[in-house]
């Protein structure tokens, strides 16, 4: 809790998004909110549907805390949903704001990776 607080003061993203795929076609949001709100508050939730309306077997999951996204990833990844093994990845990393680059005066570095420490 301390470092969300934090993290929000400094305008540092916090939150963590997981991919999800190969999902059986019978999941369904209302499943994904029940499994993954287990672990931590949610964003977002979404199974990603084609034109037609069927799923594609695959969603995405916003975490508040992008510790609980850690922790779901451990918990469910190869882990068994509706007959078939869950495969997930956290998208994207955490990312300064662009106010905090501002500070600085520099840019992002790496696709938005920090990978270095300003200070003394």
Same mark, same amino acid.
């Given at each position: 809790m301390f470092e969300d607080a934090?993290?929000?003061a400094l305008g540092i993203e916090t939150s963590a998004k997981l991919y999800i795929?190969?999902? +059986?076609y019978g999941v369904s949001n209302e499943d994904i909110k029940e499994l993954f709100s287990e672990v931590g508050e949610l964003k977002h939730y979404a199974i990603h549907y084609d034109r037609s309306g069927c799923s594609i077997g695959t969603a +995405?999951?916003?975490? %508040?805390?992008?510790? +609980?996204?850690i922790n779901?990833?451990?918990?469910?990844?190869? %882990?068994?949903? +509706?007959?078939?093994?869950?495969k997930i990845e956290l998208i994207g990393t955490g990312v300064f704001s662009p106010a905090i680059r501002g500070v600085y005066g520099g840019?992002?570095?790496?696709?938005?990776? %920090?990978s270095g420490f300003i200070g003394r």
């Amino acid at each position: 809790m301390f470092e969300d607080a934090i993290g929000s003061a400094l305008g540092i993203e916090t939150s963590a998004k997981l991919y999800i795929s190969n999902l +059986d076609y019978g999941v369904s949001n209302e499943d994904i909110k029940e499994l993954f709100s287990e672990v931590g508050e949610l964003k977002h939730y979404a199974i990603h549907y084609d034109r037609s309306g069927c799923s594609i077997g695959t969603a +995405d999951v916003v975490f %508040v805390r992008r510790a +609980d996204a850690i922790n779901a990833l451990k918990r469910y990844n190869n %882990v068994q949903l +509706d007959g078939k093994p869950m495969k997930i990845e956290l998208i994207g990393t955490g990312v300064f704001s662009p106010a905090i680059r501002g500070v600085y005066g520099g840019s992002s570095i790496g696709r938005g990776r %920090v990978s270095g420490f300003i200070g003394r």
